[in-house]
């Protein structure tokens, strides 16, 4: 049967494992539900599956004219007859008499991926058009259109006044208007790479396309290990919850354990007295709640700075020759967050704080302000905007257009990274920070790692090849928003995603925020890099581990 998942939980409450694998898929672009039975469609064989949701059956329903199929996305059921778009064409197929070839019903001007019917009305979309065009079911003749919420390929779904969007590109499903096409609001889903979109019920599921890395026994070749990749194709419950007042929105959560533990290796001859090595610990956010905190290794004293929760380990000597483990081990719950702000939210925005001025607008952090090359690009990059979600969004495409990812065994600052054309996501970070600051915009570092994205691979440690930062600007009047560095600059020359832009997956670790993530004092005095640097001293490990799957908490 298909869990029971409608409505939303307390916050915490797991849900039930309700993934579903069709047998015999590989890039599945269409689903829909009728009862206890799943129909599924393979664009790659031209399959329609009728899969059962227990597992009791899976069958061809389409043998005689699967040829018909190939190609084909989109899926929407209405009784005994669906509905699916192949290129620029609108089929019609009965599921009664499976020996008859599929109508076609109307040709388009250009190719459509998604479908949704409700009453006398034929939704359909096209990532040429970047639009949602709607249909007249009678005389199939076009009512009007919608511009199309993201960027990428879009399937569709209805419920009730709803019109439920999935984007590939976006990884993200919008609830629009179906009468307007207005957003309501969006989420993002916990895996990339959506493809079908559609309800059991009240509950949404979601299909994903992924390729999928694996390590194949090859017996004839030697060594007989060989990295290969498949199409794996899955369905996935979706979970939301909206909060309209606070203008933001949640999705699938992960109870996860995470680890970070600092191995005392120094490089170098040293020798330390009487001083603190201090640790941010994960911050309570919108988004993030921390269960549980403990020492892994030598104890530690955890203390508040500024508003944010630190590790503070104590050492009345410390040399070269002796070896520490001291870390902390947490427990975490982690959503999927989208902000709902409008550019109407940035049109006049009240004024910065002082505090906020001196610590957010300055150069504090090698940002390399008094450059030309930066200063130039600063004013090049907003283009006379005077909204500040706008003039955000367009420094944040101007950045994407001139960068390019790379990663390097160090960080250069601004100036140089910018002139070279290629960055770390450090450097990426460093230009969009001095950028925003000499347009008044308030910014700052935050993050420090990410949880590999494998949430059904439940309690198993995984550990992150690289630490990762992206950045939070200010917007006066409600707080500090977020955005990725450099993960949505995915084609050259655009057009980019905007999923992370005021938005964050469920697996960003959000560290202490406006204060380092970890540094060395003696006195309440910060040691300066050149007495002693962090880097040289100790080999840091970092481990997570998924434990959960959470529903998110249900608005008040």
Known sequence: ??????????????????????????????????????????????????????????????????????????????????????????????LQTPEVRPQRLMTLREEVQGIAIQDSTIYLSCVRQQKILVFSRDNYREITHFYAPGIGAEKLAVRGEELWVCDDLEQTVYCLDRATGEVLFNVLTPFENPTAVAFAGEQLYVAYVQDEPYIRDNPNAYPNHELQYRDRSFIHPLYTAYYPEQKYALSNGYRLEMSYVEELSPLDPFELKDIEWHMALPAETQRQHVRH?????????????????????????????????????????????????????????????????????????????????????????????????????????????RLSYGIKPHIDTPDV???????????????????????????????????????????????????????????????????????????EGGPYPTRFFMGLAWYHAEMGKGIPFEKLYRNGEAIAKEEVALGSLAINHVRFTVLDELKPPTPD
């Open 1 to 94: 049967m298909i869990p029971d998942s409608s409505g939303f939980a307390t916050s915490g409450t797991v849900c039930p494992l309700a993934t579903l694998y069709p047998l015999a898929t590989a890039k599945l672009q269409g689903i829909a539900f009728s009862g206890d039975n799943l129909y599924t469609l393979d664009s790659t064989t031209g399959y329609l599956l009728e899969v059962g949701c227990d597992h009791s059956a899976t069958q061809i329903l389409n043998s005689d004219c699967w040829q018909d199929f190939v190609g084909a996305t989109g899926l929407a059921l209405e009784g005994q007859n669906l509905w699916f778009t192949r290129y620029r064409d609108l089929y019609c197929w009965n």
């Open 293 to 401: 905190v403990e020492p892994i290794g030598r104890p530690f004293e955890q203390r508040e700075i500024n508003g944010q929760q630190v590790a503070v380990f104590k050492f009345d000597h410390l040399d070269a020759n002796q070896r520490h483990l001291l870390g902390w081990r947490a427990i975490v719950d982690v959503w999927g967050i989208k902000y709902q702000f409008t550019p109407q939210d940035g049109s006049q925005p009240p004024e910065l704080t002082s505090d906020l001025q001196t610590r957010y607008l300055v150069d504090n952090d090698n940002l390399a302000m008094d450059q030309d090359i930066i200063q130039r690009a600063a004013l090049d990059a907003t283009r006379g905007e005077a909204n500040l979600l706008r003039k955000m969004y367009n420094i944040r495409n101007y950045v994407y257009d």
């Open 417 to 491: 990274a910018l002139a070279r054309g290629v960055g770390s996501c450090g450097e990426y970070l460093g230009v969009l920070l001095a950028l925003a600051r000499l347009n008044g915009i308030a910014c700052r570092t935050v993050g420090r790692y990410k949880c590999p994205p494998k949430p059904l691979e439940r309690n198993l440690p995984l550990e992150p090849d690289f630490n990762h930062v992206w950045m939070e600007f200010y917007l006066p009047g409600y707080g500090w928003l977020p955005m990725e560095s450099n993960p949505d600059d995915i084609q």
